[in-house]
Structures are given as structure tokens and as C-alpha cells.
């Protein structure tokens, strides 16, 4: 399998990576080098074997429903590039 | 006396007897840092003055007689992916270059209870994406044993300011061999914790099911007593597991009578430098004529780690890193005329090719289409290194690699080639694919470079792992030299 250029880009958007001319060109190169690598696992024979996703096993976890101290509004914005009344500020989404 | 040169537990000592106190020890250690940080570069972020207030704070707890935690009064650097409230937190990226976390991580949170003094955040590569501290997106660390050489990575920081007295302990993750490669590259003590033993709530996530934060130290004892603190179940981490936290330093003997090692062939491969293999076999030697039983094993399966980490870590990244998109921390581009833009020009001026590269590989590894070839067959690959490992503990109490497959390597070597920086990890990844603890000390030198020695053990058993390692350093020297900076 190969990555084409468009593929790259593709990917690109779902990653919500604006790439440069430049870096599609490389990534579209190192990505195809790298994927050659993982051609490999094909070797194997994986029939029946249980995907693992954790070394442990993972459950949900549930806590009692009840209110405990959390980061104030003041907090929680203080990192924003831009803030307002406590809110994060962007760029307008909404038509209006 | 030189106090910075000093262990923890030595330090501890002279602070119970009065000799001196942690205003003295964390002033040496700052002096240090003084005197060496322009050549090493290891940390990202010091803070002197944090520093001496929380010393002069145990030292005033000491005087009235209370009693102090082993790590009280100590001075420790952490890896700056790990949040400290109030403390710049970059995790070497541009993106989150002014981040000031409004919470501390657990690891830091415990730490500070036990009144361990906070030194600063030490450099790592972007994300703890790497193994050279060369993707740091600020500048690299030098490798303390000499300074044209990488200090592995990602915990580079963390490694190089243990080994050139900057920092008494530091603490790192690992997510493939991050604590461990840079342990073995600067001649300290590195461990991961089995997963699950350290919470990692407020670690910033890379890959999660693999992420541990675990100790970089100056001996294994250290080692002991920074596990202990750690260590332990966390309501804030849901994959933190409740068991209850062994007393480590009970497992500091000096014994390895019938202790049975396994040595994987496979680790002594792929590509793994002569002088390495010489020098592991040694130090299984010296275990031998200590009482152990060695035996060479084959575990076939070890051939496919690389590429399985390969898809399932940036796989786990792509998905953690979607988080910065410049709208409620870090850098939000000057360029943003809409709110898609604005995430797009944000994630791409901030993070560096490295970052990048594997969230375009995790997110094509899991797009449509491509999941079940690449996602879901390194899934079961997985599987089957965890079937691997537990068949060899069936027989044996540890297994012994080589950490790394060379020394350090210069800076500026290996970054032209994407897979040939990759291969330094080549033994550390399938501890983390499995989950089990893991520690490397130094076993030898070639080329004036300290060479890496890895104890693997069974999930939850760090004692037997602590025990081994106890027991070499006990009967060799090699945790004596420093490097002379």
C-alpha cells in the first residue's frame, strides 16, 4: 500500500494540520518509508488472538454522584489566548 | 563536602543527624546547577527560589521534631510533561510554551506532601517524542559523559541532571523505553513501574495505555524510596491500580540465591552492538557466581515490537493531541480568520516535525479503511508479547536485556533517518506493549559511555526486579563513577 500526496492531505484534515507545500511533499516520503516497516506484522498470524488495548483490565469506573471542589471559572480560563467574562473566546462560528 | 554529589539516602543521614540541613543540600545543588547548565542544558525551567522557601519550610518542620518522609528536604528535578500548579509546564513544545497548569499531577502533588524539594522541569523531546532530547522544541540537552552525545531520550533532562549532580532524584515517564534509554545513556538508575502502580493524572498523555512516570536516580536505593512515594491507587486515574504498595525498601537484600534468569536471545539482536552484548553477559555472570541460574531463551514474537509500538503509540497521540487546538491553552495563531483555520495554523505552527509526523501516522492508522490493517492488527500483536512474557515467567523470576543497543550516540547523528533513531528503543518498547516494571543500571563503559543493563519483571513484582539490581550494585562499582563535567 501506498500513500499518495492526496492521502496525505486527506489525512492532514482530519488531523487538523494545515501542512505546507513543503512538509506534505516530506511527510508524503517518511510516512511511505515508515509504513513500509509496518508491512511486517503481516507475516504473523493473528487469527483468533484477542486484540489487547491494555496491559490491565480496564472497566468503567463509576463514583457517587455528589459535588467536590473543582477549578473556578477564573482558573480554568486563566491559559486562554483570549478570554471574556470567564469565557474562552474564538474566531465567530455562527452565521449570523 | 561536595552535598550535590551525594544519594538521597546519604543526604537523609546527614539531615536526621543535624550535620546539615536541606537549605544547605539544596543550595549546593543549585550552585550546581549554576556551574554545569550552560554545558548540559538539562533543564528547561529552574526554580531557585520555589526551591530554597520549600527547604527552608523542612527545615523548620525538621528543627521541631517532626516526623519526615526519607525524601523530606531532598532536591529533585520532574520531566516538564508532568504539571506542577503555578510552574511552567511546556512539555518541550512550542505549543504549550507559557502553559502555567492551574492543578500539580499526583506524582507532583505526593511528592511535594512528602517535602521533596522542587529544583525545576527538566528538557525532554517534543512530547516525550523521541529518544534523543534533540526534539526538544527549545534546545538539547548534552550528555553529561561527554557533551557531543545525545542523553537519550525523551527524559533526557531528567537523565543528564542526575548524572551531573543537578538534581539528586528526578522523576520521567515512559512510554518506550523513556526513562530507561536515557538512564542507560547517562550512567543512572532508570525505572518504569509496572503500568498502573503510578498515577498519571496530570501527565500530560502521549500514548496512554503505555504512559508510566517512574524515577531516575543515582542507586537503586533511591530508586526504592522515590517508588514509594509514588506509588499507589489514585481516585484521579482510573487505570491506577488498587493494590496495596509493597514496602520497597525491604527489597533492597543483597541475594540473589536461586534466583532464575531468563535471557531473551531476541534482545541480542536486531542490530544490538557487540560491546553491549559482552558487557550484559558479564554482569549476568556476576550474578551467577552470586547464586543465580541463567538460562538463554527465544521469544520469536520480540522480532515485531518496533512496528506494533510504531502504530499503536502515535495511533494513541493522535487522539491525545487533538486537545491543542488554541482554544483553551497555548499558542492560538496570529492567523486565524475562522475557528478551522485557527485550530489547523495553530497545531501546525506549534508543534515540531517529530509530533506531526506521528500524529499523521496514528491518524492514518486509524481513518477508514485502515483501521483493521495497521490498529487492530498491532492490537493483537500486542496480545501475543503479553503471552510471550507471561509463558517466560512461568519459569523464570526476570529476564536481562541489553537497555539500548549502543551507547549514546552524537547529537545531530541519527536524525536523517526515521526508523534508525526508532531502533534505539528496540529494547525497551515490548515492556511497555506488555505493561510490566522494568528498571536499567549501568553494567559497563566502551568508548567512555556508560552502557545499559535491563531487569524486566512480572507485572506488580518490582521487588524481585529492585532485588536483582540491589544485588549487582551491591557486588560491583559501576554506580560509584561519575562523569567529570
Known amino acids: 500500500m501506498k500513500l499518495s500526496r492526496e492521502d496525505v492531505e486527506h489525512t492532514a484534515l482530519l488531523a487538523r494540520l494545515e501542512l505546507s507545500e513543503h512538509e506534505v511533499e516530506q511527510l508524503t516520503d517518511r510516512l511511505n518509508q515508515i509504513m513500509l516497516h509496518f508491512e511486517k506484522l503481516q507475516q504473523l498470524d493473528t487469527d483468533g488472538v484477542v486484540p489487547m488495548s491494555h496491559s490491565i483490565p480496564v472497566e468503567n469506573v463509576f463514583r457517587e454522584d455528589v459535588a467536590r471542589p473543582s477549578l473556578s471559572p477564573e482558573a480554568a480560563v486563566l491559559n486562554a489566548p483570549e478570554q471574556r467574562d470567564d469565557y474562552f473566546v474564538v474566531p465567530q462560528v455562527v452565521e449570523v | 563536602m561536595d552535598l550535590y554529589k551525594l544519594t538521597a539516602h546519604e543526604l537523609e543521614a546527614l539531615m536526621k543527624a543535624g550535620t546539615v540541613n536541606s537549605r544547605d543540600v539544596t543550595q549546593s545543588v543549585l550552585d550546581r546547577i549554576s556551574s554545569v547548565e550552560s554545558q548540559v542544558s538539562a533543564y528547561l525551567t529552574v526554580t531557585g527560589e520555589i526551591a530554597m522557601d520549600s527547604a527552608a519550610a523542612i527545615d523548620e518542620r525538621r528543627s521541631r521534631g517532626e516526623e519526615l518522609s526519607p525524601l523530606a528536604g531532598i532536591p529533585i528535578g520532574i520531566k516538564d510533561n508532568i504539571c506542577t500548579e503555578g510552574t511552567r509546564t511546556t512539555c518541550a513544545s512550542k505549543i504549550l510554551h507559557n502553559f502555567i497548569p492551574p492543578y500539580s499531577a499526583t506524582v507532583a502533588r505526593r511528592l511535594s506532601d512528602a517535602g521533596a524539594v522542587m529544583l525545576g522541569k527538566t528538557n525532554l523531546d517534543e512530547f516525550a517524542m523521541g529518544s534523543s532530547t534533540e526534539n526538544s522544541a527549545f534546545y538539547p540537552t548534552h550528555n553529561p559523559w561527554n557533551l557531543t552525545k545525545v542523553p537519550g531520550g525523551s527524559s533526557g533532562g531528567s537523565a543528564a541532571a542526575v548524572a551531573a549532580d543537578e538534581a539528586v532524584i528526578a522523576l520521567g515517564s515512559d512510554t518506550g523505553g523513556s526513562i530507561r534509554q536515557p538512564a542507560s545513556f547517562c550512567g543512572v538508575v532508570g525505572m518504569k513501574p509496572t503500568y498502573g502502580r503510578v498515577s498519571r493524572y496530570g501527565l500530560v498523555a502521549f500514548a496512554s495505555s503505555l504512559?508510566?512516570?517512574?524515577?531516575?536516580?543515582?542507586?537503586?536505593?533511591?530508586?526504592?524510596?522515590?517508588?514509594?512515594?509514588?506509588?499507589?491507587?489514585?481516585?484521579?486515574?482510573?487505570?491506577?491500580?488498587?493494590?496495596?504498595?509493597?514496602?520497597?525498601?525491604?527489597?533492597?537484600?543483597?541475594?540473589?540465591?536461586?534466583?532464575?534468569?531468563?535471557?531473551?536471545?531476541?534482545f541480542f539482536a536486531q542490530g544490538v552492538r557487540p560491546e553491549i552484548c559482552e558487557s550484559v553477559w558479564k554482569a549476568l555472570d556476576v550474578l551467577k557466581s552470586l547464586g543465580a541460574e541463567y538460562r538463554e531463551i527465544s521469544m520469536p514474537v520480540m522480532e515485531y515490537t518496533l512496528p506494533t509500538y510504531y502504530i499503536l503509540a502515535p495511533s494513541e497521540a493522535s487522539s491525545n493531541l487533538a486537545r491543542y487546538d488554541g482554544v483553551r491553552y497555548g499558542l492560538r495563531s496570529k492567523h486565524s480568520p475562522d475557528v478551522l483555520k485557527m485550530f489547523m495554523r495553530s497545531r501546525n505552527e506549534g508543534f515540531g516535525d517529530e509530533v506531526k509526523q506521528r500524529i499523521m501516522i496514528g491518524t492514518y492508522a486509524l481513518s477508514a479503511?485502515?483501521?483493521?490493517?495497521?490498529?487492530?492488527?498491532?492490537?493483537?500483536?500486542?496480545?501475543?508479547?503479553?503471552?510471550?512474557?507471561?509463558?517466560?515467567?512461568?519459569?523464570?523470576?526476570?529476564?536481562?536485556?541489553?537497555?539500548?543497543?549502543s551507547v549514546a550516540f552524537g547529537i545531530g547523528e541519527k536524525s536523517d533517518d526515521p526508523f534508525q533513531m526508532k531502533l534505539a528503543d528496540v529494547c525497551t518498547i515490548p515492556v511497555n506493549l506488555a505493561g510490566i516494571p522494568a528498571l536499567s543500571m549501568t553494567c559497563g563503559y566502551h568508548d567512555g559511555l556508560p552502557i545499559g543493563l535491563q531487569i524486566m519483571g512480572r507485572s506488580f513484582d518490582e521487588e524481585t526486579v529492585l532485588r536483582t539490581a540491589y544485588t549487582y550494585e551491591r557486588n560491583t562499582e559501576h554506580h560509584r563513577n561519575r562523569p567529570v563535567l
Open chain 2, 369 to 405: 479503511g485502515y483501521y483493521d490493517a495497521y490498529y487492530a492488527k498491532a492490537q493483537k500483536v500486542r496480545s501475543l508479547v503479553r503471552q510471550a512474557y507471561d509463558e517466560a515467567f512461568k519459569e523464570f523470576d526476570v529476564l536481562i536485556s541489553p537497555t539500548s543497543p
Open chain 2, 211 to 266: 504512559d508510566q512516570i517512574g524515577p531516575l536516580s543515582k542507586d537503586v536505593t533511591d530508586c526504592a524510596t522515590m517508588l514509594q512515594v509514588i506509588c499507589g491507587k489514585d481516585p484521579q486515574d482510573s487505570t491506577s491500580v488498587d493494590i496495596p504498595v509493597p514496602n520497597f525498601s525491604l527489597a533492597l537484600k543483597n541475594d540473589v540465591q536461586g534466583l532464575k534468569i531468563g535471557v531473551p536471545k531476541e
